[in-house]
């Protein structure tokens, strides 16, 4: 079975997602050593209200939080030392201001061409690895009907047109759209059909032999 549900597209903004949520998440000031253990002076209130400028900070969700440690977990198995140093800084590069790409390029002795397709090919190398895990599950004999069925109805899904506003990850709570027509669903469909036929006429076989016996 071709499985190619994830594309090097994918795993790179997964990769740029996975820097911007480490961008937010507070940084580690260790102990303070020195301070005051006065505790703040109570200002009054025409001192205090109105003259203070909005703050606002982000923040990190909790679903952002997996899904960075989870490419962490594919970055740290799926590439060598250099391989991981070179994604880890160009991430960092993508989403904070100051160094520009073309200087990150020519800081590591390539252009911004040659830096693309390494980077394009670290991330089909992601790609691939979790592709052939989910295809090697898909061929199990023991996957089943079992894990499908019930979950949710289907029927209305043909009068719509599966749109795909925005991949699975976007949030916490998405499920991706079942497109019916894709050729990966169609595969996958036939193989269990003739995975249920094979057993089928497998227990009609030592239901017969069994009959025989007796």
């Not at 050593?33 to 909790?62: H, L």
């Not at 100051?98 to 670290?122: C, P, S, T, V, W």
Request: net charge neutral; proline share 3%; hydrophobic share 35%.
């Amino acid at each position: 079975m071709n499985y190619e549900a994830w594309t090097w597209k994918a795993i790179e903004v997964r990769i740029i997602e996975m820097a911007d949520t480490l961008r937010v998440l507070p940084a580690d000031r260790g102990p303070k050593q020195f301070g005051s253990a006065m505790p703040e002076v109570v200002r009054r209130y025409d001192e205090s209200y109105g003259f203070d400028a909005a703050r606002y900070r982000e923040s990190a969700s909790a679903a952002s939080l997996g899904r960075m440690e989870e490419c962490f977990d594919w970055i740290n198995t799926y590439l060598d030392e250099a391989a991981r140093k070179l994604v880890y800084a160009w991430s960092w590069v993508k989403v904070r201001k100051g160094m520009k790409i073309h200087a990150f390029a020519a800081e590591n002795d390539m252009n911004d061409r040659m830096l693309r397709r390494q980077i394009q090919h670290y991330c089909q190398i992601i790609a691939n690895n979790l592709n052939r895990i989910m295809s090697i599950r898909l061929n199990s004999e023991d996957c089943g009907l079992s894990e499908n069925d019930g979950e949710s109805d289907q029927s209305d899904v043909t009068s719509k047109k599966c749109e795909r506003s925005a991949p699975h990850w976007m949030a916490s709570d998405a499920r991706p759209i079942l497109d019916l027509e894709s050729p990966e669903l169609a595969s996958l469909t036939k193989r269990l059909d003739e995975a249920n036929r094979r057993r089928e006429r497998e227990a009609r076989r030592r239901a017969k032999l069994q009959m025989e016996a007796a």
